[in-house]
């Protein structure tokens, strides 16, 4: 099973700021099945990123992805209230696995 | 518009059984493959099943193989989890969701999600 581990598990930030999401898989994944959600409170997740860095449906481009082999980031430039969510990565290259997730909170 | 639409919350006692349903709006539903992903209270996210579009391939992590059984009925736009000998860390919030693309046999990622069904285990 791949393992995915998030970083940091929270980011404290301030609207504007630029926040940087960390996912690190426990063996080589295709960034073509790495993919990244948003999940606000009480609610189901959204999808963001495709393929690591291709942004889904209606996702706003302040939202960025990159990253190959092992390593991989979600980008948030300038954050916006509604952005502070917890962030999900996941991969379907072997079987399917999420990573824990990172709370972005407000400072 | 897309829709899916999950049974409301349900209680189960430890070693009992239940039945979560999941029903479907919006779109070709047999075209698409379709699993059930849980996620306790606090915690991340786990994917426990997934059902290809015809229903003949099934798909379970080791964690709930032989315990978990995923269906659909076509006809009724509808997904189903058997949930059988309950156990005390079952209890989550099971969310329905759409695999991205039709006509895959297993899941790749999920670009819709069910409000989720909270299941409760307690005696």
């Known amino acids: 099973e791949i393992v995915l581990t998030q970083s940091p598990g929270t980011l404290s930030l301030s609207p504007g700021e630029r926040a940087t999401l960390f996912c690190r898989a426990s063996q080589s994944v295709s960034k073509s099945y790495l993919v990244w959600y948003q999940q606000k409170p009480g609610q189901g997740p959204r999808l963001l990123m495709n393929?690591?860095?291709s942004r889904a449906s209606g996702i706003p481009d302040r939202f960025s992805g990159s990253g190959s082999g092992t390593d991989f980031t979600l980008t948030i430039n300038r954050v916006e209230p509604e952005d502070f969510a917890v962030y999900y990565c996941?991969?379907?290259?072997?079987?399917?696995?999420f990573g824990g997730g990172t709370k972005v909170e407000i400072k | 518009e897309v829709k899916l639409l999950e049974s409301g919350g349900v209680l189960g006692q430890p070693g009992g059984s239940l039945r979560l349903s999941c029903e479907a709006s919006?779109?070709?539903?047999?075209?698409?493959?379709m699993s059930w992903v849980r996620q306790a209270p606090g915690k991340g996210l786990e994917w426990v099943s997934t059902?290809?579009?015809?229903?003949?391939?099934?798909y379970y992590p080791d964690s709930v193989k032989g315990r978990f059984t995923i269906s659909r009925d076509n006809s009724k736009n509808t997904l189903y989890l058997q949930v059988n000998r309950l156990r005390a860390e079952d209890a989550a919030v099971y969310y329905c969701a759409k695999d991205k693309k039709p006509f895959g046999s297993y899941a790749t990622a999920f670009d819709h999600w069910g409000q989720g069904s909270l299941v409760t285990v307690s005696s």
């Open positions: 393929g690591a860095s």
């Open positions: 996941q991969q379907y290259g072997s079987s399917l696995t």
């Open positions: 059902i290809s579009g015809s229903g003949s391939n099934t």
């Open positions: 919006g779109f070709t539903f047999r075209s698409y493959a």
